[in-house]
Structure formats: structure tokens, C-alpha cells
């Protein structure tokens, strides 16, 4: 039931699937098509015609007191995807408990747009038919649900839609028409054949149906342009026309064609639910209609983005404490001391960050990521400690005789050498390039480099030519890194108490790539849990 949140607003399925278990115990003809999966919960065969019809037949005996009969070898309808439909006609017409009038074109066997329509609204329905089995089923199943006052059923001859339909109630201004056409154009496609992405997984239910009821020249997109013919002929005779689409890609070909013939009003919705996903199109030659506007894009601005997050249990906040202390953390408060933590770890991964206003007992960062600097970074470290014990050793008496011997022009100080060429091996993948510790001149000569309090600073051979004072040298602590133009991405990290744990939350805020905050996150994640495993 993954695009249940997607339905319909009032359709019952929405927050409430079917109970399998409780209309299993309820009707003895479907519970034996329940079984109890390995979690133990009660589920249903979908790939079994049988399991599909006791399911529909069920649902709308207890959800709308209707008895219908349907035969195997006729399409079997599921009830939430058509109570969808009703409901956006609905919305169409503003016919929600109003008396309407539709024409339902291709009933099929269960007739249930008509039921449905009539049992929640009252309206009155023309429903056509071609099919000689589906029109008798149609007919029995609106008459033993005393609906012959509401439904007509009309056999019609084959390719009929609307103009012959409508050719003997020539005054009746109907307010709108409903249709789910046949979505394929040969056996081929109906099947999947050269019609289905290969990435996508294969159907999770069966496939029923007679040959008109899925099947027509050139499949669902001529079928709609046929009606799209005929309501250019009748005109303001419909207040709405309206068809189902099986294939979102019939969408925009049909807009297009409605576009060129020049009408007024179009507009177009989803059905979502359970694993299945249907399209609606509908247009208007009214100019007083009020229009819908897609509910994809409603959902789209109201959809909730849930945060990345972690939880950091009361039991290791005491150890957490007690090495953000060690890096000069005096607060008590547990949301600190993990914020001062995570602050370690993004400086480490030269992430940078803002703090953020925020309420008590909170901490709020903005978080911009330049460059993946987490990942691998267990390699990274095994390279760095091998790179490490791979670096020569200077001998013992050399480092000592470098340490009575005063530095020189001519001769450069082996020990300087030595380490600072071990630290650019540490830090630095390429190894070729000259120690930063004995630049050569012009003439072949040595320049020494001396450092002050400070820290190392390289002079340059014109500096020292002109004998400048070393402590002048010394370059002011540049400002924090400012946001870069450009960058990875940005989030924002929440850092809270609830109840006595430690909650983290990741929000993401913009960038290129949103699998990247979740490698942070995780990286976040395990860099805390290691300071609580570490002595």
C-alpha cells in the first residue's frame, strides 16, 4: 500500500485499508482466499483472479451494500482506484450528495462507476456496453440492487462512444462522462511485450479482462482522441468529459491534441493507490466551470520532508561528557557536549559550519559540505599510518652532530630536513616535490629556514639576501572560511533532548545530491558511538 497517502482525501481506503482479518471472519466466501504470511499477518493473493473478485465483491458488500456478480473471464475492478474517479468527477462537477447526471461509456460486467455513483451521490446514469457478457452481467447486478430507476443500462454496437450513444436523448444535458478505456493496442502489449520498462518490477496483480474491455486499434490514446472527436461534435451537450488513462506517457499527446482543437477548459489528476498508479484527463467547453488544479502539485508543495536522525541513548551521554570536557567543554548540558563533539569531527572533515538561533536545551548548525572528505576514511587512515613507518629514519649520531652544528647558508640542517619532509609525506600523496626546508638559489646554493613562535614560515631566497627580521615574516591568522560559492551541499543538524536521550536531526537545505548528507549522517553517527568506545 505504498501510494495509499496519495489517494483521494475522502476516499475511506485513504488512512484505513481493508481489515483482511475481520472480513475474512465476516464472509466465509473470501476468507479462503486470506493467508497469513510469515510476520504473521493475513494478506491476499493478488495475482489470483478468484482472490481479486472475492476482495471487490466483499468491499463493496460491506462498505456499500451492493451485491454484484462478475465473471473470470471479464475485467475485475478494484474499489479504491475506481472510488478515486468518482470522487474526482465529484470534484468536477461540485456533485458531491447532488443529483447529477453521467454517462459511464464501457460499463463492463460489474457496472460499478454506475453503483458507486448512484449508491454514495444519487446520480442517474446512462451506462453503455459492447460486449454481449458484460451487458447482461450489468444489467443483472443494477437490477438485484434495486438501482433500475438511477442506471440504464444500453447495448450499443462495437466503436460506438458518444454520438450514437446519445442519438435518442437528443434534449438531456448531461454533466459529465466517465470512461476507463482499453490501455493496450494488440496481445503483445498487454502482456508487457516491448510496452513495460524493463527496470521496472513486473505487475503485482493480475490481469483480467476481455479482448474490448483491454484491448482497441492503436490502445488508449486513440480510443480518447475518438471521444476527443466526438465531444467536438456535442460540444456543450456534456458539461465534463473525462477518461482514465493506464499510461502516464498518453498524457501530454492528448493535452496536446485537446490544445490544437482549441478547448477552453482541460486539467488533469493522479490515482494513487496501493502499488498502481492511474492518470485522469478532463476538459470543458463551459466557460463557467471551475477548473482543479492537478492535486500532484498539491501534494508536492504539502509534502512533508522528513529529517535524517539518530538518537544517542541516556546511557552513553555520561561517557560523551567526559571527552567533550577534554576538549574544553564546561557545560553540563548533554546537548553541548555533543554539539562540541560534532564540531571536532566537521572541523576534522573541513566541513564548514554556522551556529544558528535556536531555542533552549538546543543547538542548531548550517552545515556546508566543499568536498567529500567522508568516505573511505578508514583507508585513508590505514595509507596515512603506512606512509608513516615507511618514511626513512635519520641515524642517530647525524641528528646529533646536526644539533651542535650552528645553521649556515651552505649547509643545511639535516634534522629540519628530516622532519619536515616526514610531516609533507604525512600529509601529502605527492613526495616528489622539494623539501620545504631547503630551497635551492640560483647558484646552487642552500637557503636555511628558521621559524618563530608562531609556527613554520618559509623565507624566501630575496628575504634572505636582504637580511629582513624573521618575526616580521609572520603572516596575521587568516579569517574563519567563509560559505563558498561553490559546494556540495547544505543542511542544517539539529542537535535536542528528548526526554532523556539526545536527538540529531539532519534537514537538507539545497545542493547536488541528497545521498550525500546521508553518508555524512552516517558518518556523524559512528564518529560519536566511537567516542563512547574509546578508553
Known amino acids: 500500500m505504498a501510494l495509499n497517502k496519495s489517494m483521494h482525501p475522502r476516499n475511506r481506503y485513504k488512512d484505513k485499508p ?57 475485467l475485475i475492478p478494484t474499489v479504491p482506484l475506481r472510488l ?124 483480467t479482462g476481455g479482448v474490448t474491455e483491454i484491448m482497441a486499434e492503436g490502445g488508449e490514446l486513440e480510443f480518447v482522441k475518438r471521444i476527443i472527436h466526438d465531444s467536438l461534435q456535442l460540444k456543450k451537450r456534456l458539461r465534463w468529459y473525462s477518461c482514465m488513462l493506464g499510461k502516464k506517457c498518453s498524457l501530454t499527446p492528448l493535452k496536446e491534441e485537446l490544445r490544437k482543437q482549441g478547448v477552453p477548459k482541460v486539467t488533469h489528476t493522479e490515482f494513487c493507490q496501493g502499488r498502481t498508479m492511474r492518470w485522469a484527463l478532463a476538459w470543458s467547453f463551459y466557460d463557467d466551470v471551475i477548473v482543479p488544479s492537478p492535486p500532484s502539485k498539491k501534494r508536492k508543495l504539502e509534502r512533508v520532508k522528513k529529517p535524517l536522525s539518530f538518537t544517542l541513548p541516556e546511557a552513553c551521554l555520561k561517557e560523551l561528557q567526559t571527552k567533550a570536557s577534554g576538549l574544553g567543554c564546561t557545560s553540563r548540558n548533554p546537548v553541548d557536549a555533543v554539539a562540541a563533539l560534532l564540531e571536532k569531527t566537521l572541523t576534522d572533515l573541513r566541513v564548514l559550519y554556522k551556529h544558528m538561533p535556536c531555542r533552549k536545551q538546543e543547538q542548531s548548525l548550517i552545515l556546508t559540505a566543499v568536498e567529500n572528505t567522508w568516505i573511505h576514511g578508514r583507508q585513508k587512515r590505514r595509507d596515512q599510518k603506512r606512509q608513516l613507518r615507511e618514511l626513512p629514519r635519520a641515524p642517530h649520531a647525524a641528528a646529533a652532530s646536526c644539533a651542535t652544528t650552528p645553521a649556515s647558508a651552505t649547509t643545511p640542517p639535516i634534522q629540519s630536513e628530516d622532519n619536515d619532509d616526514s610531516r609533507r609525506n604525512a600529509s601529502e600523496p605527492d613526495v616528489s616535490d622539494p623539501p620545504a626546508s631547503s630551497q635551492l638559489s640560483a647558484d646552487g646554493r642552500g637557503v636555511a629556514v628558521q621559524t618563530d613562535k608562531e609556527g613554520a614560515h618559509d623565507i624566501s631566497e630575496e628575504s634572505a639576501c636582504k637580511d629582513e627580521d624573521l618575526e616580521s615574516s609572520t603572516e596575521p591568522p587568516s579569517d574563519p572560511p567563509q560559505s563558498p560559492e561553490h559546494f556540495l551541499f547544505k543542511n542544517l543538524l539539529n542537535i535536542m533532548m528528548e526526554e532523556s536521550d539526545v536527538v540529531i536531526e539532519m534537514h537538507w537545505v539545497e545542493g547536488s545530491n541528497k545521498d550525500l548528507m546521508n553518508q555524512l549522517c552516517t558518518y556523524l553517527k559512528n564518529s560519536l558511538f566511537r567516542f563512547v568506545g574509546k578508553p
Open 84 to 207: 478515486n474517479y468518482i470522487h474526482w468527477v465529484e470534484d468536477l462537477i461540485n456533485g458531491q450528495k447532488q443529483r447529477r447526471r453521467g454517462i459511464d461509456i464501457g460499463t463492463g460486467a460489474s457496472c460499478i462507476y454506475p453503483l458507486l455513483g448512484a449508491t454514495m451521490n444519487g446520480w442517474y446514469f446512462l451506462a453503455t456496453e459492447v460486449d454481449d457478457i458484460c451487458f447482461d452481467f450489468a444489467t443483472k447486478n443494477v437490477e438485484q440492487n434495486n438501482m433500475s430507476d438511477l442506471i440504464k443500462v444500453v447495448k450499443v454496437p462495437q466503436k460506438t462512444l458518444l454520438m450514437d450513444a446519445l442519438k435518442e436523448e437528443t434534449e438531456i444535458v448531461y454533466d459529465f462522462c466517465m470512461c476507463n478505456p482499453p490501455f493496450f493496442a494488440n496481445q503483445l502489449e498487454a502482456k508487457g511485450v516491448n510496452s513495460r520498462n524493463s527496470r521496472r518490477p513486473p505487475p503485482s496483480s493480475v490481469n
Open 18 to 74: 481493508p481489515d483482511f482479518a475481520y472480513l475474512a471472519s465476516k464472509y466465509p466466501d473470501f476468507q479462503q482466499h486470506v493467508h497469513t504470511s510469515l510476520t504473521g499477518r493475513p494478506v491476499v493473493n493478488f495475482k489470483e483472479p478468484e482472490a481479486v473478485r472475492a476482495l471487490t465483491c466483499t468491499l463493496l458488500k460491506e462498505d456499500f451494500g451492493l451485491t454484484i456478480e462478475i465473471p473470470l473471464e471479464r
